[in-house]
């Protein structure tokens, strides 16, 4: 098997700017002073009259987006999810989300894998914001090829997107063929025991913990989330009725985000156990994103915790 | 201004006054002192100013405008329902379940209505965004904004004035409606936002200081903004509640709707004044 390399979701947000940029001249890109570390500065690089750059400002930039988005032009928006959707909320609310404004919001350093800056810049609630907002799309992508396949696909949508990427390089999942679409769920391993519902940095987690559930003659499935608004009901539904108890596992508040959602449709649509991993109403502090992924429990091996847990909750 | 066109302006902002208050008087809820104050100079934008279409209200070249003290929507409405942009019948459902006129401006439901705003502080920089996007798209058309006084105490205000100012967007003309009243009493009291002037100017602005109860002064503004190759603010003085007296300056009209006495006392204080203009 060859060696799984790792790239930052980010990343293949920038590259997919660059992409894009190449083949439409419709849009803007915007960033608060970040561009380096959002990874827009690479369509800064090539397109510098196509990029604008809002300062340390990000209330302002949503409103400058939307009123771009008025005039019939695409606009994507970076900054930190902390301050994109966290600092912003109420200008993403009622500047982009109430009019219903094409505009993406290209949100990095999401979550805990921050790492060295800490508890204000690790955004561990930017879902749950963003699922309020009606009619805001949010995608987290789980890998580097998903992320700029979601760009790609965030641009065709009509209406407010949320995109969630992050610092930390990560094990590349996908193949260059998969087929991203918005709104819909994607199962990596079949099984009937427990279904895993992952998103971003811990779809790759999620599928060790599917070996290591094997090996304990545990049949999981697996399924990755990356929109979470919509969210994907069908799969949800059928996962709940097949294998009777669900776990999800994100790299966010469990009050709120995936787990909120996933929580939502099966206690309206087919209640059974779910039990959802994630940070437990806490904020994060300072250190190596490694070592906070296995401190705050967002690892393979606490997937496997949680599936024998729901599995024991089966009535 | 010739006299014959001014007087037309007056009557029109006339009839405008009688929309606001029979429009809240009608919801029992609105905000009739702010409203009575800007209304002249949304007269002039939209009658006399701004490229704009009743009957093709999505018009791409279109001047854009964006009332930024939203709570002023009773003024846009009843200048946009003159105007011709949807029928003056409308302005009687103000802010009732299925009227297209929500008590802030939607732009999803107005035809006319270039930007949604309410919350204070974030029209003006979708103001500039629109300002942006025609310069950077090769677009001529004029971006103008209508904020109060009180509006900029919001911090966004300030983030907007200054990218517009280094970008130089000289297609972007904000009005500052000065009646120097907001909820909590005078803006000297509750949080001085003066001088408004330097500020501006500071953030990179030309700026004008005008009667903003004056068509004269309007229009003598708006041309030399033409001239100008900087973003303009234009702080016009006005005075809250203009042209019903028992609301003139008086900062609890701020948000208030006239009881059915006050309501006749105001209507035939503005038929008085139109017929004086016939």
């Known amino acids: 098997m060859s060696e799984v390399k790792s790239v930052a979701t980010r990343a293949g947000y920038g590259k997919a700017l660059v992409e894009l940029g190449k083949i439409r001249d419709d849009f803007v890109v915007m960033d608060a002073d970040l561009?380096?570390?959002t990874q827009t500065g690479m369509f800064k690089k090539e397109f510098p009259d196509r990029f604008y750059d809002c300062g340390i400002a990000e209330q302002n930039m949503m409103g400058i987006a939307a009123g771009i988005a008025t005039t019939g032009k695409k606009v994507i928006v970076s900054s930190f999810a902390m301050f994109a959707a966290g600092r912003a909320f109420e200008q993403v609310r009622n500047s982009i989300g109430y009019p219903h404004l094409n505009v993406i919001i290209g949100a990095t350093h999401a979550g805990i894998s921050v790492g060295e800056d800490g508890a204000t810049h690790q955004c561990l609630e930017d879902i749950a914001l963003m699922r309020t907002i009606p009619g805001m799309t949010i995608i987290n992508p789980a890998d580097e090829v998903e992320a700029r396949k979601a760009v790609y696909a965030a641009m065709e949508l009509d209406g407010p997107v949320y995109m969630r990427f992050g610092r930390l390089a990560v094990p590349v999942v996908f193949d260059e063929d998969y087929k991203f679409e918005v709104g819909k769920a994607n199962t990596l391993r079949d099984g009937n025991d427990v279904t895993v519902i992952a998103t971003g940095l811990m779809v790759k987690e999620a599928l060790e913990a599917y070996d290591l559930l094997k090996a304990e003659g545990i049949s999981a499935r697996i399924i990755n989330m990356a929109t979470i608004k919509p969210i994907d009901k069908d799969i949800i539904i059928k996962a709940a009725k097949e294998t009777g108890a669900i776990v999800t596992a994100e790299e966010h508040s469990v009050i709120g985000g995936l787990g909120g959602a996933v929580s939502e449709v099966v206690c309206e649509e087919c209640p059974v156990p779910v039990v959802k991993l994630g940070v437990y109403d806490t904020f994060g502090h300072s250190g190596p994103a490694a070592k906070l992924l296995d401190e705050f429990g967002l690892r393979a091996v606490n997937i496997v915790e949680k599936a024998k847990k729901a599995i024991s909750l089966k009535r | 201004m010739e006299k014959a066109a001014k007087k037309e302006l007056e009557k029109i902002a006339l009839k405008a006054r009688m929309g606001i208050i029979e429009s809240i008087h009608a919801a029992k809820a609105g905000h009739p002192g702010g409203s009575l104050s800007c209304v002249d100079i949304l007269t002039y934008l939209y009658f006399k100013q701004m490229n704009v279409d009743p009957n093709n209200p999505d018009m791409a070249d279109r001047d854009r405008f964006v009332l930024?003290?939203?709570h002023a929507a009773p003024a846009l409405y009843a200048v946009l329902a003159q105007r011709g942009f949807f029928d003056e019948k409308e302005l009687l459902n103000l802010r009732q379940i299925g009227s297209i006129l929500q008590g802030h401006p939607d732009l999803k439901k107005i035809p006319g209505v270039d930007m949604s705003t309410g919350s204070l502080g974030q029209g003006v920089s979708a103001a500039v965004g629109m300002a942006l996007s025609a310069k950077h798209f090769g677009n001529d058309f004029k971006v103008y904004s209508i904020l109060g006084d009180g509006e900029i105490e919001e911090g966004?205000?300030?983030e907007a004035a200054m990218f517009a100012g280094n970008r130089k967007l000289d297609n972007l003309i904000l009005f500052i409606d000065n009646n120097n009243l907001q909820i909590d009493g005078t803006v000297e009291e509750v949080n001085s936002p003066h001088p408004i002037d330097k500020k501006f100017e500071a953030f990179g602005f030309d700026v004008l200081i005008i009667n903003g109860n004056d068509f004269d002064e309007i229009e003598d503004a708006l041309n030399k903004a033409e001239k100008c190759t900087k973003p303009v603010a234009?702080?016009?003085?006005?005075?809250?509640?203009?042209?019903?007296?028992?609301?003139?300056?008086?900062?609890?009209w701020h948000g208030a709707?006239?009881?059915?006495?006050?309501?006749?006392?105001?209507?035939a204080e503005l038929k008085a004044a139109y017929a004086e203009m016939e």
Request: hydrophobic share 45%; no cysteine; proline share 3%.
């Open chain 2, 234 to 252: 234009i702080i016009a003085k006005t005075v809250k509640g203009k042209g019903v007296s028992y609301m003139e300056n008086a900062v609890n």
């Open chain 1, 35 to 37: 561009a380096a570390a």
């Open chain 2, 156 to 158: 966004q205000v300030w």
């Open chain 2, 68 to 70: 930024s003290k939203g």
């Open chain 2, 257 to 267: 709707a006239p009881n059915d006495e006050l309501f006749e006392q105001a209507m």
